[in-house]
């Protein structure tokens, strides 16, 4: 019976779905720490969707472009026009946090903030597609997929556990995991934004898939590097940073800050000798550093400490080449991967593209289309900036989404309302509201039917075998003057 369970258990570990993941560590060790009994949460399904929505998309060279939702309005009305749904930890942070505090992304808000809006988010679909179902209308799928914000984890590798467990509890088909220090870290387009070792993020990223793993759950792993503008990183442990570190360089020419590399090029330089970076590029700093002695006579001392912080952090030359590295070492633990930028630079995300697919050829990208950057001063015309999210689709970004929409189009729209309002009193409603909601045929012109009256009448119904004098959408309703 064991031996059957675990061969079930690694067959579905096996599967094609699973073909571009490494794990270390195998069925057995999986089965051994699952229980017994699992609950067969509404994600298990939802993250298999958007697995395949997001593969198709891959494969076609498009991509499921959507944005952050702020409420269930917002949820609701735009599943007619999106395959795939994004909750922003920023926009809980600013907006929603389980505590009720709000303000920046530093990532100090409860580590139930996000889950708990997803939770909030599928509930409602949930009920909107047994409103619909009711009426005997299929045409609106409202049982989308969510990714969502994890941040860095909230901590170390148990709570990437724990609130892995808690997104696919609540409801969460995907999630992404950013190598961001927590404790310093900031939303990925703020300032002095410290990284943790390349090692550490890909223990987290095999840390959620053990959890998802352990309630046989397909969750979608974005990796995310903040590399291409991260300022810090919290320790030199791990070799595959080194190049990347700055340090200070002493000769006799003077004291320059410089990666290992960069010291190494300007010693050779300095000498008049032929420099070859590739008898470098895979060497730690002291090897690298022992060879240059080898072939270098000037005198010079090479210290990475010169340059650390006042709280201990390593100075690093962040960009491209930082965040294909990590984008490289992240790839066999991820189902994508996404480099956070500064701009929207499409020459950047094909470099990105052409490097990380050179090697693995099968990866999926995401990219944030973010209202951080100001559109309009990055050189791109109008059709350009239409055309950006389909150009970058044929690079492999399958997921694209704008990361606080929900929050900007909230903020235009009550803000109008309210100017109108104190000058046209009703008429600013009449007119800019409500008659717009009649002529676009939205339909929370009918608030009352929107919010699901007719289903609740159903069950009251239903249940007083159709005796019930008390149903919410009989005479006197205000609603029927819409018709």
């Known amino acids: 019976m064991i031996k059957k369970s675990v061969d079930e258990l690694k067959k579905w570990m096996y599967s094609k779905r699973f073909q571009n993941i490494k794990r270390p560590y195998d069925s057995k060790i999986i089965y051994k720490a699952q229980p017994d009994l699992q609950t067969n949460y509404i994600s298990n399904k939802l993250a298999g969707k958007l697995y395949q929505c997001l593969n198709q998309h891959h494969k076609n060279k498009t991509a499921s472009y959507t944005f952050g939702i702020l409420d269930p309005i917002q949820a609701v009305q735009t599943s007619p026009y999106v395959d795939t749904f994004y909750v922003s930890g920023w926009q809980c942070a600013s907006t929603a946090t389980s505590s009720n505090e709000v303000g920046p992304d530093f990532s100090d808000y409860p580590y139930d903030t996000v889950p708990r809006k997803v939770q909030q988010l599928s509930k409602a679909l949930e009920f909107h597609q047994c409103k619909q179902k009711l009426l005997n209308d299929q045409s609106v799928d409202y049982y989308k997929p969510i990714i969502a914000d994890a941040d860095t984890g909230h901590g170390g590798i148990t709570s990437v556990l724990k609130i892995t467990k808690m997104f696919i509890e609540m409801g969460t088909s995907g999630i992404h995991l950013e190598d961001q220090k927590h404790g310093s870290k900031r939303c990925g387009h703020l300032g002095g934004k410290v990284l943790v070792s390349t090692q550490e993020h890909i223990d987290r990223l095999v840390a959620a898939r053990f959890q998802a793993d352990l309630m046989l759950n397909p969750l979608v792993v974005i990796a995310r590097t903040d590399a291409e503008s991260a300022k810090y990183l919290d320790n030199n442990i791990d070799k595959k940073d080194h190049r990347f570190i700055i340090g200070e360089l002493k000769t006799e020419y003077g004291i320059e800050r410089c990666t290992f590399l960069e010291a190494i090029e300007k010693l050779y330089k300095y000498e008049n000798k032929p420099f070859n970076l590739t008898l470098y590029l895979n060497c730690t700093k002291d090897e690298a550093l022992i060879r ?87 050189g791109m015309s109008n059709p350009q900036i239409k055309e950006f999210i389909h150009e970058l689709a044929k690079l492999g970004y399958c997921w694209q989404f704008i990361t606080l929409a929900g929050f900007h189009v909230n903020g235009l ?52 075998n159709n005796k019930s004098s008390t149903l919410a959408s009989s005479e006197g309703c205000t609603e029927t003057q819409f018709k």
């Open 292 to 378: 240059a002695r080898e072939h270098i006579e000037l005198p010079f001392t090479y210290d990475w400490e010169k340059c650390r912080t006042a709280e201990g952090f390593y100075l690093v030359k962040s960009g491209l080449e930082y965040s294909i590295n990590r984008g490289l070492a992240y790839a066999n633990y991820a189902d994508l991967l996404w480099m956070e930028t500064s701009t929207p630079n499409y020459e950047q995300a094909k470099q990105f593209s052409i490097a990380i697919k050179s090697k693995y050829p099968n990866m999926m990208l995401a990219y944030n289309l973010s209202p951080s950057f100001n559109w309009d001063s990055n």
């Open 413 to 464: 729209a009550t803000t109008n309302f309210a100017r109108n309002y104190q000058t046209d009193g009703m008429l600013a409603y009449v007119n800019n509201i409500q008659r717009q909601e009649k002529i676009q045929k939205v339909e929370v012109l009918k608030h009352q039917q929107w919010s699901g009256i007719d289903l609740m009448d159903y069950y009251l119904s239903i249940i007083t």
